[in-house]
């Protein structure tokens, strides 16, 4: 398990490069959660979320909105790492 670390400052989020930590930037219409990989290899990946819902189009997840302690729905595959987050810990 690994905790969910939110970043703020995307600057920040890339330079430390923390596993399981993440960044979200608002697009015009849909967010993106940026995260790097919670097994600690060091690879950043982004996925198309829905704040409270799933968007319809493409590969997307349902993202709880939170960033103290964020869920995502469906499980998240990295093709090395599959997994899910839930209440803030990355779980395999």
Request: aromatic share 16%; with cysteine; net charge positive.
């Amino acid at each position: 398990m690994k905790q969910a670390t939110h970043y703020t400052d995307r600057d920040a989020f890339l330079l430390d490069a923390v596993p399981g930590s993440f960044w979200v930037s608002n697009g015009p219409e849909h967010v993106n959660f940026w995260f790097f990989c919670p097994c600690g290899c060091g690879e950043k990946r982004v996925i198309r979320v829905g704040r409270g819902y799933k968007p319809e189009a493409g590969p997307s997840w349902h993202w709880n909105g939170a960033t103290e302690k964020p869920t995502l729905k469906p499980s998240v595959d990295l093709g090395h790492w599959h997994g899910w987050l839930t209440g803030g810990v990355w779980q395999k």
